[in-house]
């Protein structure tokens, strides 16, 4: 049995899917559903005994108490945050509550259970945290990529919640001893991912016939993985990771966002060609600049693919057609994400069963 944290959001969701079908293992997945969250992307293991689905915030350290002690999970996986940068520039006070608060509360409570624990289950316990690229801050053009041991720099509200959550799991390691590990991913693309983000952003309004907002210049760079690939990396460091240390996960596959956009309305010109024969570029629309916003990350994930042998599966060329097929073919999730149906369904299905 393990503890997932964020089980419903974007890559929350995509692990334990896989989780469920490829270790088989059972999953408690803890998660406050809040407007990332949703229920809907778990439908194909609603009824699966192995999945077992609990709402509620991983700040509240009397129901983590309470889970840890009925389930006993031999580890717990840490996803729940707050994740859009512009929504912690607008509104940072969620992102202190839950990526700060939520994980001292989170790790406190993990701390009194591990401490409870005898034996191989004391010794095989794991604490896996799951954090971003974003806490080392930006790079210049010809910088090397991140390292492990690059200073942290976090430059957005949420950003530095990321880096506060991330100090808070080094020093449980080094002040209790908590077999801790920690995972910094650049940016991850895929199935579910929720249209506020970049990518999916960019499909959902192309299909809509609406402008696809550029930030800036458009030329910033960001490191894509296919979020299948994460998960993978998270499966590898759980098993195989030294305790205390942290890896960075990524792509190997730097690009500037107005590429990123040119390549989604390329597929989209050929898999969903626009009624009037015009590219998808057409809607291509300039906007302010994100404040403070970062220039450029990228992930040396050499110390992984080294010590764990983890590489990605996915190119960018097979990973970004994938994922626009699978919104092309998922035209329900994307309406009821819009309109905002899929919050209605967990109050009318979920409520009963919250804890
Ligand atoms: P997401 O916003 O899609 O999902 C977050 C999930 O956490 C949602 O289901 C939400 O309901 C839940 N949640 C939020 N606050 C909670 C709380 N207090 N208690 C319990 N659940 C809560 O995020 P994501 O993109 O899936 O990111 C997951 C994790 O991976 C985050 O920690 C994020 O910082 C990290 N990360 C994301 C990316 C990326 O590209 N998306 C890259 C690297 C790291
Ligand atoms: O690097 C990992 C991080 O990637 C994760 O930690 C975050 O949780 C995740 O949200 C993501 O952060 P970004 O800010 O990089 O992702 P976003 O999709 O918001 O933006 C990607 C780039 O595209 C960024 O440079 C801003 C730009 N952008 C974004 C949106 C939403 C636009 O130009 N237009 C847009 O409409």
């Not at 005994?49 to 983590?64: C, E, P, T």
């Not at 998270?234 to 107005?258: C, D, K």
Request: aromatic residues 10%; negative net charge.
């Amino acid at each position: 049995m393990i503890l997932v944290t964020g089980g419903a959001g974007f890559i929350g969701a995509n692990f334990v899917l896989d989780w469920v079908a490829q270790q088989g293992e059972p999953v408690v997945n803890l998660d406050k559903l809040t407007y990332a969250g949703n229920i809907e992307n778990l439908a194909s293991v609603q009824a699966d005994s192995r999945h077992i689905f609990v709402q509620g915030d991983i700040g509240d350290n009397a129901l983590v108490t309470r889970l840890l002690a009925e389930h006993q999970p031999r580890a717990v996986i840490n996803f729940a945050a707050e994740s859009h940068v512009d929504r912690s520039i607008h509104s940072p006070e969620a992102f202190i509550q839950t990526n700060v608060v939520g994980t001292f509360q989170l790790l406190e409570a993990v701390r009194a259970y591990w401490g409870s624990l005898t034996g191989d289950a004391k010794a095989g316990f794991r604490f896996l945290h799951v954090s971003t690229d974003e806490v080392y801050g930006s790079l210049a053009a010809s910088d090397p990529a991140f390292t492990e041991s690059h200073p942290y720099e976090p430059n957005s509200p949420y950003s530095a919640s990321k880096a506060a959550s991330d100090h808070l799991v080094r020093a449980y390691h080094h002040t209790y001893g908590l077999p801790v590990l920690t995972t910094n991913c650049s940016n991850n693309y895929g199935p579910y991912h929720f249209p506020e983000k970049l990518i999916p952003l960019m499909v959902v309004n192309a299909l809509a016939g609406k402008p696809l907002p550029i930030y800036g210049d458009g030329q910033q760079v960001r490191d894509w993985l296919y979020v299948k690939d994460h998960c993978s990396a998270i499966r590898r460091v759980l098993e195989a990771g030294r305790l205390g240390e942290t890896y960075n996960v990524g792509g190997w596959n730097e690009m500037p966002n107005l590429d990123i956009v040119h390549t989604v309305c390329g597929l989209l010109d050929s898999l969903r060609p626009r009624a009037d024969g015009q590219s998808y570029t057409s809607q291509i629309t300039y906007v302010t600049d994100r404040p403070g916003h970062d220039r450029r990350y990228a992930i040396d994930a050499g110390k992984i693919e080294r010590e764990l042998g983890w590489k990605p599966a996915e190119t960018f060329a097979t990973g970004i057609r994938k994922t626009i097929e699978w919104y092309l073919a998922n035209p329900e999730w994307v309406a009821r994400v819009q309109s905002g149906a899929y919050r209605d369904w967990v109050q009318t299905n979920y409520a009963a069963r919250a804890a």
